[in-house]
């Protein structure tokens, strides 16, 4: 079988959370199928030996133009299927298709959107689930959503959950977290929060911290990402990091605290849990379907409860230990992408099938 897959999200620098789930599945879908990767042509090329074809249309990056022209023009010539990892399909579709629709928040809660950019979510998504051959998600969370929400067809809606990388694990060279720790100044024992998009709540997470330090702990809020948090003591701002920088702070931390009010998923919170580390979130979205008793559960993802659920973690010592061995049972259980890749590779022989 010939496929070819919308590869733009791995051109990323660096890659986003789709561009890493789609380099995990590439090689693996690779040995199955034969696969092709359709590029921009203004962006660097994908780092791989497979065959890439660089598409020029008239806007580069994610824009709905290069997959409704310049890609929709190279598969008239193709014989396969294609794949969009990134929720929309071409109009013209002269090859099957199958795409991948992660989470529904321009759906759900477009308020987290500007006007422009629910409109072309919601066009390109309404327009994909009606016409793939196959709709791949993440969780059965979101696969219910979309039949609900677009009364699709459940045996068209496969779910393809994500595995974790080998990096995030409990026991990495100590050496290369402390000098981490000592770069960004991190005094333990410390906390690390996410930042960047309204939905993971970094404003919850400092009040949690602020309430926290009130009761006489001591260490840091570690805030990985790009948005900016206060400028206050026990508050270090790590920015943007890297997958292995990454991988170091959540297996040296205390917590996670995670106040996110909406997951397809949870990649982020799943990746703490392989690490030994306890996360603290509320049972919002995919959640309690991917961390189960894995997490340190508050009502609802607002200061007061994050920081009893903080402070329950760092005072009890079995608690936490509890928490950890929870985690790193549940995160072995979706070690290794092979069964993502198998989900996928089924997505595409269906969707062939289905094909008049």
């Not at 981490?180 to 009040?207: E, I, K, M, N, Q």
């Not at 570690?222 to 920015?239: L, N, S, Y």
């Not at 917590?255 to 799943?270: K, N, S």
């Not at 609802?300 to 329950?312: G, H, K, R």
Request: aromatic residues 6%; neutral net charge; proline residues 9%.
């Amino acid at each position: 079988m010939r496929v070819a897959i919308d590869a733009r999200t791995l051109q990323e620098r660096p890659l986003g959370g789709i561009g890493r789930q789609l380099s995990s599945l590439v090689p693996l879908l690779a040995r199955h199928v034969d696969l092709e990767l359709l590029t921009d042509a203004r962006r660097p090329p994908c780092s791989t030996d497979l065959p890439q074809h660089a598409l020029r249309g008239p806007a580069s990056g994610r824009g709905v133009s290069w997959l409704q022209l310049a890609a929709t023009r190279w598969l008239a010539g193709f014989n396969g299927v294609f794949h969009c990892p990134f929720y929309g399909l071409p109009y013209r579709q002269p090859v099957p298709m199958v795409v991948t629709i992660h989470d529904l928040t321009f759906e759900d809660h477009p308020e987290w959107y500007s006007r422009a950019q629910t409109a072309v979510f919601r066009a390109q998504a309404r327009h994909a689930a009606r016409t793939a051959g196959r709709i791949v998600t993440v969780s059965d969370h979101v696969r219910d959503r979309i039949v609900d929400r677009y009364g699709v067809s459940p045996d068209r809606v496969l779910v393809s959950p994500p595995g974790v990388p080998p990096r995030f694990r409990p026991d990495p060279d100590p050496e290369r977290v402390s000098r981490v720790l000592d770069a960004l100044h991190v005094r333990s024992p410390y906390v690390v929060a996410l930042g960047g998009t309204r939905r993971l709540g970094l404003d919850v997470a400092v009040a949690a911290w602020r309430h926290l330090r009130a009761t006489g702990v001591e260490g840091s809020l570690v805030v990985v990402g790009g948005e900016h948090p206060p400028d206050e003591d026990g508050v270090v701002k790590a920015g943007q990091v890297d997958d292995h920088t990454w991988a170091l702070l959540l297996a040296g931390a205390a917590a996670f605290c995670y106040p996110t009010t909406y997951e397809g998923f949870g990649m982020p919170a799943l990746e703490a849990a392989a690490s030994g580390t306890p996360v603290v979130c509320a049972p919002v979205g995919a959640l309690p379907e991917v961390l189960g008793p894995a997490a340190a559960w508050c009502g609802s993802p607002t200061p007061e409860p994050v920081a009893a659920a903080l402070v329950a973690v760092l005072e009890d010592e079995r608690r936490a230990k509890r928490l950890r061995d929870s985690g790193l049972e549940v995160a072995h259980s979706r070690t290794g992408w092979e069964p993502a890749a198998a989900v996928m590779f089924r997505a595409y022989r269906e969707a062939a099938e289905a094909r008049p």
